[in-house]
Nanobody, 123 residues
């Protein structure tokens, strides 16, 4: 009923930049908090950044000052601008959105995930 599709991953040299995009589609009534998570090989999935409907943002300490999360509610989209990338940023990045669907309870938000996009930082 709802699909999240990410794009923008790839290979970049240390110090470089990438911009990730994620668009939600389907029977969407409303979207509350959206965010980005990442999972490196052999590690647990971790929070990178979140943004509420009121555009209040939260970042992992490791990315503060380097990454910027934003959203476009007209497009049901969330973005992650990543600057000054480091090898430790290498991971699969997942988009997350809390969505109330058409036909469901108005205040029932469920978490949906994208399929993930690979980000590799290497020289």
């Amino acid at each position: 009923q709802v699909q999240l599709v990410e794009s923008g991953g790839g290979l970049v040299q240390p110090g470089g930049s990438l911009r990730l995009s994620c668009a939600a589609s389907g029977r969407i009534r409303s979207i509350s908090t959206m965010g980005w998570y990442r999972q490196a090989p052999g590690k647990q999935r971790e929070l990178v950044a979140t943004i509420t409907r009121l555009t209040i943002t939260n970042y992992a300490d490791s990315v503060k000052g380097r990454f910027t999360i934003s959203r476009d509610d007209a497009k049901n989209a969330v973005y992650l601008q990543m600057n000054s990338l480091e090898p430790d940023d290498t991971a699969v990045y997942y988009c997350n959105a809390n969505i109330a669907i058409i036909g469901g309870l108005p205040n029932l938000y469920m978490a949906y995930w994208g399929q993930g996009t690979q980000v590799t930082v290497s020289s």
